[in-house]
Every structure is written in C-alpha cells, then in structure tokens.
C-alpha cells in the first residue's frame, strides 16, 4: 500500500474513532495521579453475600485508577467535557442493544448512585530509524486508549448493569446502529469472550465496528462488578481501526482497576 494511501486510512480511521468511539480516545486532563473476541458466554457467576455498601463518589474516587497504579501508559483523572458523554447523548436505533451503546462510550448502565471517571492511554512502540513511512505511521497510531467509568448502585442495580449489558450482547448479535453525540456508529457484529477474574461477576464483549475504507475494526468492552460497584473499561486501537487487526484490553490495567476495588 502507498504511503499516502495509508496515511490517509489511518487518520480516516483516528477520526472515525475520535468521533464514533470518543469515550475511548481521550487522554488529556488532569495527570496528578500520574479477551479475545470468541463465541463464549459472557453470562457471570455470582455470589451469594450480604448486600455489599453503596460507594460515594469520594470513596468511588479512591477507588479509581491512579498512575501510581500502572507501569507505563497514561492516566487522566479529569476528562475534557467531550469526553465525558452524557446518557442521553447515546442513542441505540433497537433498544435492546442501548446497553452496548453506553457501555462502548463510557455511559454507566442504569441509575447509579455515583459515577467517577478515568481514561487510560498506552504507550505506543517507538519504530527503529529505518522502518518505512507508512510501518511507522501505524505504529504511532498502535496503543490502547481506554475509558474507565466506576459506578455504585443501590439495592441491586449493580447486578442489574451486567446483567442488561449481557442480555444486549445476546439480542445484539447481528449488529446493531447507534449514534454518539449525534455521530453514527456502525457496529456489524458483536461477541461474546470470557469474563474477567477477580470480580463477583463480569462480562467481555468485542462490537466490530465499520470504519474508513471497508474496514470492520474491533471495539471491547470489558465489564466487572464488585459488590454494589461495577468498572466498565470501554477500549479502541487506533492502529486496528486503521487495519482491521484484533488488539488486547491492556490486562495490567484490567487488573489495577478491578484490584482498588478490595
């Protein structure tokens, strides 16, 4: 492929994905604190524990992701106003997969009590001096940008936010279309992969998204609940929106997260 050529997909795609999967692109702000996709069921396993305590956002906040927490990448603790959607700003054309739609742009499920945000962006490989232009271009473009929404509830929401992200997974199958902040999305298709550990129950699920050119690139959405508190990690590779290649949802950072939840 021509060096212009790919220039021009890859920044295609970083629009599509600035403007179809925002949430997951962001990573200014405030640094102070400086799954394979698969056909598996994404259904949780649950515990049978007394009605676990509903955070505060004060307690959500300590709880949230610090850049303290992980090796590399970069942590946000303020999100720009751009980043930060509103529910009523994601629409689901079928109901049923309004779920997905949330959860791939940061939105908590539901009514929560309190809600507290990070993001997450990696860090990308350095090309040697003698990789071609268009190898060193997707490199650039090759790093994980990850929204990170903790969100408590009462009585059983929690339960119920996996729960209904799980179902739409289910109903969701075939694709569905949506809009975010008035941007179309267009998911082709969605997957189901193994839950998370470390939680009292979870979920994992890839949207494979259309982007620029043709391509179907993969959006995950990781999902995890801890007591009456439940972590959704909403992540997007540039680099694959550019190619169509899988990518992982940085585990380490999986793991910080889900670990501050006790």
Not at 40 to 51: E, I, R, V, Y
Not at 66 to 83: E, F, I, M, R, Y
């Amino acid at each position: 492929m021509r060096t212009s050529s790919v220039r021009r997909t890859a920044l295609a795609a970083s629009a599509a994905a600035l403007a179809l999967l925002v949430t997951a692109c962001g990573g200014s702000g405030d640094d102070q604190d400086k799954a394979d996709e698969g056909k598996g069921k994404a259904a949780p396993s649950t515990s049978a524990a007394a009605p676990a305590k509903t955070l505060t956002a004060a307690e959500l906040e300590k709880a949230a992701l610090a850049q303290s927490d992980v090796k590399g990448g970069k942590v946000a603790t303020k999100l720009p106003a751009t980043d930060d959607i509103a529910a009523d700003q994601v629409k689901s054309e079928d109901a049923a997969c309004q779920p997905l739609a949330h959860a791939q742009a940061g939105v908590a499920q539901g009514e929560p009590a309190a809600t507290v945000k990070r993001s997450f962006t990696g860090d990308p490989v350095k090309p040697s001096a003698d990789t071609e232009p268009e190898d060193a271009l997707l490199a650039a473009l090759d790093t994980e940008k990850v929204l990170i929404n903790l969100a408590s509830y009462e009585g059983d929401g929690a339960e119920q936010a996996v729960r209904g992200v799980v179902a739409a997974a289910e109903k969701c199958v075939g694709g569905f279309k949506a809009t975010l902040v008035g941007e179309p999305m267009d998911v082709a298709k969605v997957a189901t992969g193994d839950a998370p550990e470390g939680g009292d129950e979870g979920a994992a699920v890839t949207l494979t998204v259309a982007a620029d050119e043709g391509v179907k690139a993969p959006a995950k959405i990781v999902l995890v609940r801890k007591g009456s508190t439940v972590v959704t990690l909403s992540a997007v590779n540039l680099a694959s929106m550019a190619t169509g290649k899988d990518f992982e949802v940085p585990a380490d950072v999986v793991a910080a997260q889900v670990g501050k939840l006790g």
